[in-house]
Nanobody, 123 residues
């Protein structure tokens, strides 16, 4: 059974940093694209970034240069390092997993999701 568990959310001041973790029980972890999405109140869930099995990454323009995704295959964990945080980064952040190489930015195409972790950036 696939499970994704996020952790690391919290309250941080604008300009600060935070690291989210997503522990995955996915056999085999190495074959999955691992993505981060976020959803702010009243808004649709949006793509943040992803890391492919090859370790190649892709980011939304809004976070490029500020956020970094990495994966530790031995720990089956994906990380989202967030720096230079802005108030508009406030959202619930979700980890998601899928196989395949299409529609990687579309949340509707992801089958497996974590429960989400709240990130709040204060001004």
């Amino acid at each position: 059974q696939v499970q994704l568990v996020e952790s690391g959310g919290g309250l941080v001041q604008a300009g600060g940093s935070l690291r989210l973790s997503c522990a995955a029980s996915i056999p085999p972890f190495a074959g999955y694209n691992m993505a981060w999405f976020r959803q702010a109140p009243g808004k649709d869930r949006e793509f943040v970034g992803l890391i492919r099995p090859s370790a190649n990454t892709d980011y939304a323009d809004s976070v490029k240069g500020r956020f970094t995704i990495s994966r530790d295959s031995t720990k089956k964990t994906v990380y989202l390092q967030m720096s230079s945080l802005k108030v508009e980064d406030t959202a619930v952040y979700y980890c998601a997993a899928k196989v395949g190489s299409t529609a990687l930015r579309d949340p509707k195409d992801y089958r497996f999701w974590g429960q989400g972790t709240q990130v709040t950036v204060s001004s």
